[in-house]
Antibody, heavy 123, light 111 residues
Framework: EVQLVESGGGLILPGGSLRLSCAASGFTFSNYWMHWVRQAPGQGLEWVSHVNSDGSKTTYADSVKGRFTISRDNGKKTLYLQMNSLSVADTAVYYC????????????????WGQGALVTVSS | QSELTQPPSVSGAPGQRVTISCTGSRSNIGADYDVHWYQQFPGTAPKLLISGTTNRPSGVPDRFSGSKSGTSASLAITGLQAEDEAEYFCQSYDSSLSGVVFGGGTKLTVL
């Protein structure tokens, strides 16, 4: 069974830093692109970042570019999101999601999601 | 402001058919990128409902179907059931933004 489990969320002061982790199991992690998607309280989904299967290519939403860094450790089957210079606007539930190539779609759909990690930025 | 526009809410009685639109532009849906749909219940993670505009992953009832025309896509739900009450999001890719984009979400209420 595919499982994605996020950790590392919490309450942080504006300007602070936090690192989220997403532990994967039940599939060959190194074969899949991975994404972070966030959802502010009562709001819709916002794509944050993606990393390709070997970690050599990353992309970011403009709202986090230069502040957030996505990375992965295929040996540990873990995805990371380093978040710096956090602001109130970054308050959200952060989901990691697996992108599947099955079907050959463009973009790849997200066929598995974690349960989410709540990040609250507040003074 | 989402690059993909969805109605904030739709409603229907049990057994009825409802559609949810997802309007984009020439840099996303109109550029022939695929559209995917997700279903989300309160307090839970989204679930993939339709992939590649029209395809249902295993386990998704055939009451759910997707279509696309020009710069818009639609999700149709027939034979509406109480358990369909949820929020629905469309997703595609935008070449101008060079990134994944989501619609703002549509809350479906079953009357």
């Amino acid at each position: 069974e595919v499982q994605l489990v996020e950790s590392g969320g919490g309450l942080i002061l504006p300007g602070g830093s936090l690192r989220l982790s997403c532990a994967a199991s039940g599939f060959t992690f190194s074969n899949y692109w991975m994404h972070w998607v966030r959802q502010a309280p009562g709001q819709g989904l916002e794509w944050v970042s993606h990393v390709n299967s070997d970690g050599s290519k990353t992309t970011y939403a403009d709202s986090v570019k230069g502040r957030f860094t996505i990375s992965r450790d295929n040996g540990k089957k873990t995805l990371y999101l380093q978040m710096n210079s956090l602001s109130v606007a970054d308050t959200a539930v952060y989901y990691c999601a697996r992108a599947t190539w099955v079907g050959g779609y463009n973009p790849y759909p997200f066929d598995s999601w974690g349960q989410g990690a709540l990040v609250t930025v507040s003074s | 402001q989402s690059e993909l526009t969805q109605p904030p809410s739709v409603s229907g009685a049990p057994g009825q058919r409802v559609t949810i639109s997802c309007t984009g532009s020439r840099s996303n849906i109109g550029a022939d990128y695929d559209v995917h749909w997700y279903q989300q219940f309160p307090g839970t993670a989204p679930k993939l409902l339709i992939s590649g505009t029209t395809n249902r992953p295993s386990g998704v009832p055939d009451r759910f179907s997707g279509s696309k025309s020009g710069t818009s896509a639609s999700l149709a739900i027939t034979g509406l059931q109480a358990e369909d009450e949820a929020e629905y999001f469309c997703q595609s890719y935008d070449s101008s933004l060079s990134g994944v984009v989501f619609g703002g979400g549509t809350k479906l209420t079953v009357l």
